[in-house]
């Protein structure tokens, strides 16, 4: 019947994309599995940090985030705001939405009211951390427990609600209202292609940090040994490694195996793991001299980056790391 040759046709349509999607991720998938799964531990201190209330899901669909109303502290406490800007990213300015003006005649679709019930669910895990949420008992299960942070749901929310506004254009495209809603769907794209230009290619990478790479440079020059340096500078991972030097934490979330986690859940540095376990270096920001008071004396500095060493040191990388 026509109906089985729809239902074959999806689920044809669907396995053929997740294998396409397979083959283009496999590059990364295997040397994620070859080199980082055996080595590395996941450390999600709160994974549920990110979270906003049911009734702010639309915000970042209406407004830019990264601009300076959402980095204000007060709004960031008051909404529950983290500070990844751009996982929350979702921008389609509120032109789309007047769609919904007449939310009374759509509602009658099957469709409408699938995408709608679909978009809820995403709604309701974005608020996983709020027990009204039936995600704040099910986000200890996987494969939902695989999100490390509740907001990424925006990127699939997206799709569904550019499917939720299509199809009731499609619904409406009979009435002149419904062309003329087409007409503003022109403009919203018109304004929201440059706004999201503007934020990624513009605003969202961070100037090199110049002083901590010399500093890395100039470290493997002085010591030529196998030995770790903590890095507590922002992104100096990949200077650390085209130096040879082994990585003890990459960042908060994850951390070698058997290696010590040096960051709390907010993130910040504590002391008291650097009495128990001292690597060799510390790379961190100029601002920070706490680490004076755990055995450390300032090696170098450059810019806003200081190079920090103690004498007694007690973590050190496996001997076959070279």
Known sequence: SDKDHRVKKVVRDILLTVLMVILISLPKLFDYFLRVVPYWNRIIADPTRGSLHLPLFPLPFIMPWHVPFWGRPRIKEFLGIYQNWYEYY?????IPFLVFL???RVWSDARVRILSGVLLAAAL?????YPYSPFYYLYEFPPISSFRVPQRMYVPATVLVVALVARSLEVLWRSV?????YGIMI???LTTFPVTMHLFFIEAFEKPVVGAREIVASLRARDSGNFYAAQMYPRIQGYLVAADIPV???YYAWSHTNAPVFD????RIRNDFFVKYRPTYIIGTAEDIRYQSVGYYQVQRLDDAVLWKTDTPNVFPPPLWH
């Open 90 to 94: 979702a921008y389609l300015s509120p």
């Open 187 to 189: 403009v919203s794209f």
């Open 264 to 267: 709390d859940s907010d993130e």
């Open 102 to 104: 007449y939310a009374r």
């Open 177 to 181: 209202r419904g062309r003329i809603l």
């Open 125 to 129: 895990f974005v608020a996983c951390r």
């Open 248 to 250: 003890i934490n990459y």
